[in-house]
């Protein structure tokens, strides 16, 4: 058996002040509330103790957010999942957005070791007004230590309801989807950002969404591998593949400021963490 971590979120709107409760069992928690834009959006950041995840842990993480509530939560640093000698290891997040109320999903990357066996599910539930901004970013092996990913498989989900569901697999054997043209072209750091309203958004909101955010892809040094759409009328995505983690995650960042500011009229607020 391995680690069995459950972390369940709770934030309600009070007043001008996103509150936050929170119950945890096993290792999988979270730091104490941090306000620092203002009382209006609750940062949490989620700390794992053991820090990584192998064969046979279960980790799973549900949060609730109430009608106004606004929360925003990361990662100190990279997910790693390590080599396993044969149990899954999976990870697992859900969340279910009440009318009015925002997240802002942005944990930091999550490294997949040659060898490693893993499902990572990620669904979230919002209602007609809800919204929210999302991204994954996935480092497969570890190049810069001469260990290519050639063993393991990674299973990866994302999931809104009625709206969009993501589900792929990539097994380290598999040459033609990581060499491929078609597949990965030989990189190794996948990234994707998202936006989602829970009613479709004006046509006007949306061009001007994708017009910020492709304007931001064509001057950056990932212009060729990265591309943004609409596939619903209440999502956009944006897709990227890279060779290092470090440029990914800072157009997905640049992206996430751009939107945060246009859609919800809110200056970009970094957690500290991504400074340290």
Same mark, same amino acid.
């Given at each position: 058996?391995?680690?069995?971590?459950?972390?369940?979120?709770?934030?309600?709107?009070?007043?001008?002040?996103?509150?936050?409760?929170? +119950?945890?069992?096993?290792?999988?928690?979270?730091?104490? @509330?941090?306000?620092?834009?203002?009382?209006?959006?609750?940062?949490?950041?989620?700390?794992?103790?053991?820090?990584?995840?192998?064969?046979?842990?279960?980790?799973?993480?549900?949060?609730?957010?109430?009608?106004?509530?606004?929360?925003?939560?990361?990662?100190?640093?990279?997910?790693?999942?390590?080599?396993?000698?044969?149990?899954?290891?999976?990870?697992?997040?859900?969340?279910?957005?009440?009318?009015?109320?925002?997240?802002?999903?942005?944990?930091?990357?999550?490294?997949?070791?040659?060898?490693?066996?893993?499902?990572?599910?990620?669904?979230?539930?919002?209602?007609?007004?809800?919204?929210?901004?999302?991204?994954?970013?996935?480092?497969?092996?570890?190049?810069?230590?001469?260990?290519?990913?050639?063993?393991?498989?990674?299973?990866?989900?994302?999931?809104?309801?009625?709206?969009?569901?993501? @589900?792929?697999?990539?097994?380290?054997?598999?040459?033609?989807?990581?060499?491929? !043209?078609?597949?990965?072209?030989?990189?190794?750091?996948?990234?994707?950002?998202?936006?989602?309203?829970?009613? !479709?958004?004006?046509?006007?909101? +949306?061009?001007?969404?994708?017009?910020?955010?492709?304007?931001?892809?064509?001057?950056?040094?990932?212009?060729?591998?990265?591309?943004?759409?609409? !596939?619903?009328?209440?999502?956009?995505?944006?897709?990227?593949?890279?060779?290092?983690?470090? !440029?990914?995650?800072?157009?997905?960042?640049?992206?996430?400021?751009?939107? @945060?500011?246009?859609?919800?009229?809110?200056?970009?607020?970094?957690?500290?963490?991504?400074?340290?």
């Amino acid at each position: 058996m391995g680690w069995q971590g459950h972390l369940d979120l709770h934030y309600r709107h009070d007043g001008n002040r996103t509150t936050a409760l929170d +119950r945890h069992h096993g290792p999988l928690r979270v730091l104490q @509330r941090l306000y620092p834009e203002g009382e209006a959006v609750c940062h949490h950041v989620l700390v794992h103790p053991p820090g990584g995840i192998v064969g046979g842990d279960e980790l799973a993480l549900s949060a609730r957010l109430e009608p106004g509530s606004h929360a925003l939560i990361t990662t100190p640093g990279a997910t790693r999942f390590y080599r396993s000698n044969g149990p899954l290891a999976q990870q697992t997040v859900q969340a279910e957005l009440a009318d009015g109320a925002r997240l802002e999903w942005l944990p930091l990357e999550a490294i997949a070791y040659p060898g490693c066996r893993v499902e990572n599910r990620l669904r979230f539930t919002l209602a007609p007004t809800a919204q929210m901004i999302g991204l994954d970013v996935l480092a497969l092996g570890l190049p810069a230590a001469g260990e290519a990913f050639e063993r393991g498989v990674v299973t990866q989900q994302i999931e809104l309801p009625g709206v969009w569901l993501e @589900r792929g697999r990539i097994a380290g054997d598999d040459r033609l989807l990581r060499e491929s !043209p078609l597949g990965l072209a030989g990189h190794t750091v996948l990234g994707t950002l998202w936006l989602a309203d829970g009613a !479709p958004l004006a046509r006007g909101t +949306r061009e001007a969404l994708l017009d910020e955010a492709r304007a931001l892809i064509d001057g950056h040094t990932l212009a060729r591998t990265a591309g943004v759409t609409a !596939p619903d009328e209440s999502l956009l995505v944006l897709r990227v593949l890279g060779d290092r983690v470090e !440029p990914v995650i800072a157009l997905l960042h640049a992206v996430w400021a751009a939107w @945060r500011l246009r859609h919800w009229q809110l200056a970009p607020c970094a957690p500290r963490v991504w400074r340290t």
